[in-house]
C-alpha cells in the first residue's frame, strides 16, 4: 500500500480565515526559507562573520558568541549549503535548520507598539538598529529577531511552537488592525 503525503506548511490551518488583503500592519509567514545554523571555531570570530557577510543572498543573524543563522529567501538549502561549503571547516561548521524552524515577517507602522507586548527587549531604532538580531523570548517561546527595515522584523521560532507564537502575536496586534498570510 502506498501512501501519499502532502507537503503543507505547520501554519497552513492557523492562517485560514484571515483578511486575503494585508493592512499596514501584517504577519506574513515565509513558506521555505532556507536556514543555517553556523558555528566558527574560536580566535577567528571576525573572520567567519566576514565570510559569511561576502556571500550572495543571503542574511546574517547573530544568535551567540561564534554563533549565527544564515538565512535565504531566493536561495535554495542546496545552494546556501554549497556557499557554506567552500568556508574553512578548520574554522566553521553548520547546520540545516529548515525544517525545524519558521520565519514570520511583521511590518507596518505599529510593529513595535505589537512587538513590545511579546518581547521584553527595547525595540527603539536607536537601540535596535537595522540589521540588528538577537535571541529573546516572544511570547514566552525563544526566538532571534531581527529588525530588517524601519518598521519591519523577521522572527525566526522553532517549528513545534510556531502555531502558539502566531496566535500570541495576531492577539497581541488586535487592536492594531493586524493581518496574515503567506508571503509572496
Not at 502506498?2 to 509567514?29: K, M, T
Not at 532556507?34 to 556571500?55: E, H, N
Not at 543571503?58 to 545552494?79: H, K, N, Q, Y
Not at 502566531?166 to 488592525?177: L, N, P, S, T, V
Request: aromatic share 8%; charged share 25%.
Amino acid at each position: 500500500m502506498s501512501v501519499a503525503f502532502q507537503n503543507r506548511h505547520v501554519l497552513e490551518d492557523h492562517i485560514s480565515g484571515f483578511e486575503a488583503a494585508a493592512n499596514p500592519n501584517h504577519l506574513a509567514v515565509v513558506r521555505r526559507p532556507a536556514i543555517f545554523s553556523v558555528l566558527g571555531r574560536a580566535g577567528d570570530q571576525d573572520g567567519v562573520l566576514a565570510s559569511l557577510k561576502a556571500m550572495k543572498d543571503v542574511s546574517v543573524r547573530e544568535i551567540g558568541p561564534r554563533e549565527w543563522f544564515v538565512v535565504s529567501e531566493t536561495l535554495g538549502a542546496d545552494s546556501v549549503a554549497r556557499d557554506l561549503f567552500t568556508l574553512d571547516p578548520a574554522k566553521v561548521s553548520f547546520f540545516e535548520q529548515s525544517d525545524g524552524r519558521v520565519m514570520l515577517r511583521i511590518s507596518g507602522p505599529s510593529v513595535r507598539r505589537i512587538l513590545a507586548k511579546c518581547v521584553a527587549v527595547d525595540l527603539h531604532p536607536q537601540v535596535f538598529a537595522e540589521g540588528h538580531s538577537a535571541n529573546m523570548l516572544c511570547c514566552h517561546v525563544s526566538t532571534n529577531i531581527a529588525r530588517t527595515g524601519p518598521d519591519r522584523f523577521e522572527i525566526i521560532v522553532p517549528r513545534s511552537y510556531a502555531g502558539s507564537v502566531f496566535d500570541e502575536i495576531m492577539e497581541m496586534g488586535r487592536e492594531f488592525a493586524l493581518t496574515a498570510g503567506f508571503a509572496d
